[in-house]
């Protein structure tokens, strides 16, 4: 997926998350549980992590 965008709506129950590519346009739009969202945008996200990275 070349997503540029990810935005989500966090409501107490059912959260609701869009990707767009570059050019606006959405390429996914998925409805999941808190457990099921975590784990999702888990994929999308990656972290480095260097010596100063707590500053």
């Known amino acids: 997926m070349d997503a ?4 989500a709506d966090l409501p107490t129950n059912v959260f609701v998350a869009g990707v767009a590519d570059c050019a ?3 390429v996914e739009r998925r409805e ?3 457990p099921g969202f975590l784990s999702w945008f888990g994929t999308l996200i990656g972290t480095e992590a260097c010596g100063s990275a707590h500053h």
């Open 4 to 7: 540029t965008t990810v935005g």
């Open 24 to 26: 606006g346009r959405v």
């Open 32 to 34: 999941f549980n808190r």
